[in-house]
């Protein structure tokens, strides 16, 4: 344990020069592309009494390539209470301490929110050096719509919770963002499929490295292309919310039954099962939803 001495009010000074003393630097770093730093990120990186880093190795890179010779201590998810105890005390004894996440924006799907409300807690000032994050990147360039969306982070890997929260985003009519792993993806796409049925997305692959990849398709249009081809690095996965693109178009069938539109379209010549496909796409139902609820013979 500590004990918390009376800080003086340090924060960001209104010239763009920093007061020192006592003060947590929640300090945005690429997520890719090294140049994307910005120049107060560098200043604070370089003047800190402390770098406190998810991944010691990635942000020494980081780091060696600007010049920079800042002490460097960990702080990750499985160190996070015990180094969360020392950068504490070290805050409380006056010293800046930069907050570094393995890429991108410290406390957005890594341990630095824990810190941050910590020293919130303690009084201890904390300030944010802005600057990339791959969700933000990822829904600008997705061409979905961006006025309103949520952030759901990783989804769980499995189990009651995975399926709670894929069934309550099966209604959410803003634009859905999450990460997933390269391994998960194509479950993740597939369950995404059956629960929210079929919607435009963005796959996010790689953003701002050499083999950026921006595939714009239809949830089962991005599980046919990643089937072909295995997916590998990161990804973020940005999805239309429900209604977004057919909302006239699910209007214009909403007066008409749903085994209605099955017969019509299997008089048009489509099987039920592609009838349904068909139905969920141009009303934005789930499929999985359909094939419960319509029973009309082959
Ligand atoms: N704090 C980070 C941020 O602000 O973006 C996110 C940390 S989270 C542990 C890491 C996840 O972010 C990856 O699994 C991936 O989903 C996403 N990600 C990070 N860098 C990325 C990139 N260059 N391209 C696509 N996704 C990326």
Request: proline letters at 5%; a neutral charge.
């Given at each position: 344990m ?9 924060g960001p000074?209104?010239?763009g ?14 997520i ?7 120049l107060?990120?560098l ?8 770098v ?36 504490l ?7 800046t ?26 009084g ?11 969700l ?11 006025e309103?969306?949520v952030?759901?982070?990783f ?5 009651a919770?995975?399926?709670r ?7 959410e ?13 194509l ?17 996010a ?8 990849e ?7 249009g991005?599980?046919e ?7 590998r ?44 496909k ?9 499929r ?11």
């Amino acid at each position: 344990m500590f004990v918390l001495r009376r800080l003086p009010a340090a924060g960001p000074g209104v010239s763009g020069m920093e007061s020192a003393n006592g003060l947590l630097y929640l300090c945005a770093t690429p997520i890719g592309n090294l140049a994307d730093i910005t120049l107060r990120a560098l200043q604070i990186l370089r003047e800190a009494d402390l770098v406190a880093a998810e991944d010691t190795r990635r942000t020494r890179r980081l780091l060696s390539h600007y010049d920079i010779h800042t002490p460097l201590v960990s702080y990750h998810e499985h160190n996070r209470r015990r180094q969360g105890e020392y950068l504490l005390e070290r805050l409380a004894a006056g010293d800046t301490v930069a907050l570094v996440s393995d890429a991108g924006t410290p406390g957005i799907s890594d341990p630095g929110v824990e810190l941050v409300r910590e020293a919130v807690a303690l009084g201890i000032p904390v300030t944010t050096l802005p600057g990339p994050s791959a969700l933000l990147a990822a829904l600008v360039v997705s061409g979905l719509a961006v006025e309103r969306f949520v952030f759901e982070g990783f989804l769980p890997a499995k189990g009651a919770d995975r399926n709670r929260r894929l069934a309550a985003l099966a209604g959410e009519t803003r634009t859905i963002v999450l990460y997933e792993a390269p391994h998960r993806l194509l479950k993740t796409l597939a369950d995404l499929t059956v629960n929210l049925g079929e919607r435009r997305a963005c796959a996010a692959r790689e953003l701002t490295k050499l083999h950026e990849e921006l595939l714009r398709d239809t949830l089962t249009g991005l599980q046919e292309h990643f089937t072909r081809q295995p997916p590998r690095g990161e990804f973020v996965l940005v999805i239309e919310g429900a209604g977004a693109a057919s909302g006239a178009e699910a209007e214009e069938w909403a007066g008409l039954p749903l085994e209605d539109h099955v017969r019509l379209l299997m008089a048009e010549g489509l099987a039920k099962n592609e009838a349904i496909k068909k139905i969920a796409r141009l009303r934005n139902l789930p499929r999985q939803e359909l094939y419960k609820k319509i029973h009309v013979p082959e």
